[in-house]
């Protein structure tokens, strides 16, 4: 137990120093102008190590976005009993949005520098709206197995992107703006 320990702190440092070296050349460099050859030495991995970590140099960009979504679950209905409400639904989903833009701010640093890499390179943005999509997808089915209607599983995740979007346009890459701003969005929807 012990060793399995120690080896999994060392595989998270070894995650983290790529990250942070990737990060430090991108904004030496610019992001079109670096390798994975360039991340792997500047974090004293090999080439090898790199890809066991991240399949390529975008993937770096998004480290913690798996973590995040293979912990992500819907808290308790707040309705109480039966199936969620469309309002529950959204309830739920603010929720859950809540945790996630505090996750992604836990290093505000790390999210002002991860906000300029996505307004300066195009190909990340369409990244980060592929994984936003997977995470739309898998609240819709979360909601659908607690047994919200279908326009409440279908609606209600794309609604909480529009929200987070929103939130994300208006904090202007502050990362202490983020949730107030995604809040706000939330507090703008109306539903009967």
């Known amino acids: 137990m012990h060793e399995a320990s120690l080896r999994e702190r060392k595989q998270q440092r070894a995650r983290e120093e790529i990250v942070a070296a990737a990060y430090d050349l991108f904004a030496e460099r610019g992001y079109a102008d670096v390798t994975?050859?360039?991340?792997?030495?500047r974090a004293q991995v090999g080439r090898t190590t790199f890809f066991r970590y991240f399949g390529d140099k975008q993937e770096v960009v998004f480290a913690n976005d798996q973590d995040w979504l293979d912990g992500l679950v819907l808290p308790e209905s707040l309705s109480g009993e039966?199936?969620?409400?469309?309002g529950d639904a959204i309830a739920l989903l603010r929720a859950v949005a809540e945790r996630i833009c505090a996750a992604v701010t836990s290093d505000p640093e790390l999210y002002v520098r991860r906000e300029r890499l996505l307004a300066e390179n195009p190909e990340l943005e369409?990244?980060?709206?592929?994984?936003h999509r997977a995470f739309a997808e898998r609240m819709r089915h979360m909601l659908a197995e607690r047994g919200a209607s279908s326009e409440a599983a279908?609606?209600?995740?794309?609604?909480?992107?529009?929200?987070?979007y929103t939130g994300r346009e208006l904090a202007g890459g502050d990362p202490?703006?983020?949730?107030p701003n995604v809040a706000a969005a939330f507090d703008a929807i109306k539903w009967e």
Do not use: Q
Request: charged share 25%.
């Open 36 to 41: 994975v050859a360039d991340i792997a030495e």
């Open 82 to 86: 039966g199936k969620p409400t469309f």
């Open 126 to 131: 369409d990244r980060n709206a592929r994984k």
């Open 154 to 164: 279908v609606l209600g995740p794309r609604l909480a992107l529009a929200c987070y």
């Open 176 to 179: 202490a703006a983020l949730w």
